[in-house]
């Protein structure tokens, strides 16, 4: 968002818009404190002076304010700081070995800064009726996430296993990304319609967030149906752009380098799909369904594009049980390329997404991606939640890249890393526990631990050792 553009909506939303405004309006406050520290243990790639073992403390400010201007018409500001406190200045090495962890990642794009205040949402909101709204300005995004179903069952599948697969604000690091442009929603009980279109802001790991991408664009839009309170469906169509060029920004496939660096044709995506998810009773309990897809196609630079993704999971919920224990499986897939020699790109393209909603332990992505996993979650009381997840994870295809990464950043960086596959399929084991306490209605603690075995994939970078693990302890509190 340029600088005359933001000046003109916070006059929107300061002053009267004529006669008609109903006096007295007065702004409401609110806002949330976030404090991690995070214990990186990432694999070893043999090489001296390497950060592979290191903790950091990173922390996230959000301040808001908000007013109705009138019945129809309401606006909202929000600005937020990031702090760190012990980044590691040995966790990023040239590729293929990467960062080695996000902090190595935050350090990378922080240019020695250890802190900053940025613009995060800055909107004007328009009302047409009760179902129908308008925004433009800056605003959080995550697509899947509207016209959410009322079944709080539902409601989490849509949530966390659904929503921001391809595009999302990236919530779980300390910087975030938002985004400029306009939104339309049509949200009923039984269904809801969705429009955008927007560019991302820098961050994500980059510090200086308040720029958004100039040369970055997606259209999004949607239609969801709730035909009874235990089904849930939508069909989305995205078209996404990306015309950042070499030598700033080279995009990241298995061609060689050379053909990557002269490839300066802009990418141009459209990606159609939907979801189906379905629950029922029997007996004692609930079984749940879930079916997610899409396919890809456009021009990869000089290449066209074709690819695909597919989720499909179930599961079984004791809800007469203390605790409702919830046991699920499920499968993912994401198409990789087989053949770097042709003139057809084939690895699944993740776009702008929430990244670590899908790698908790977050060392992979959902491109050139096999997943097969089993999932357990049990609440023992009103106040505290357990997730247990084991995940094993292949390559779609060998000839391809071992991913990771959440998209676009700023104009320096392609956003997605890519690792040598050394001809091996097998990628890793993960198996990671996660204990969210909320304490009161203000506060809430929450403990995760990550451990990863590091299959063919992993030992073809880190030779000297495959295994690791990410642990973090986190504190937040909204007002």
Known sequence: M??????????????????????????????????????????????ARVDKDYHFVGSLTRMAASRNLNEKISGAIEVIHTGFWGLPSGAVRPAPIGD???GGSYRRFAGGRDGALNLRQLFVRSRF????????????FGEGLEGMPQNPDLSWIRRVRIAERLIGPFGFSHIQRGFDGVRWLDERKEK???????????????????????????????????????TDSRIFAIWYRDERQPPSVVKVDNRPVAARVADARPIQLSTIGGHFVKLWKNGDGQWDSLAWGCYQFGNWGSLSHRAHALALEGGFRWTTEKGKPWLRIGYFEGSGDFNPGDSVHQTFFQILPTARQYARTPVFNMMNNRDLFVQFLYQPTDRLSLRMDFHRLY???????????????????????????????????LLDLSLDYRQDSHTTWSLYLGRVIGRGVVQATFPVRSSGHFLYLEWLWRW
């Open 129 to 140: 009726s009760n179902s129908q709204s308008f925004m433009i300005g800056r605003w959080d």
């Open 100 to 102: 080695l962890g996000f």
């Open 2 to 47: 340029t600088a005359k553009a933001a000046l003109w909506v916070a006059l929107l939303l300061c002053f009267p818009l004529g006669a008609g405004v109903a006096s007295g309006k007065q702004w409401e406050f609110s806002g949330s404190v976030r404090i991690r520290a995070e214990q990186w243990n990432f694999f070893d790639p043999g090489v």
């Open 395 to 429: 390559l779609h295809r060998s000839e391809d890249l071992w991913y990771a990464g959440p998209g676009a950043i700023n104009n320096s960086s392609f956003g997605f890393s890519g690792r040598p596959s050394g001809r091996r399929s097998q990628l890793m084991d």
């Open 192 to 230: 809801a319609f969705a429009f955008v279109l927007a560019r991302p802001t820098r961050g994500a790991f980059d510090i200086k967030a308040s720029d958004h991408l100039s040369k970055v664009t997606f259209g999004y839009g949607s239609a969801g149906f709730h035909p009874s309170s235990d």
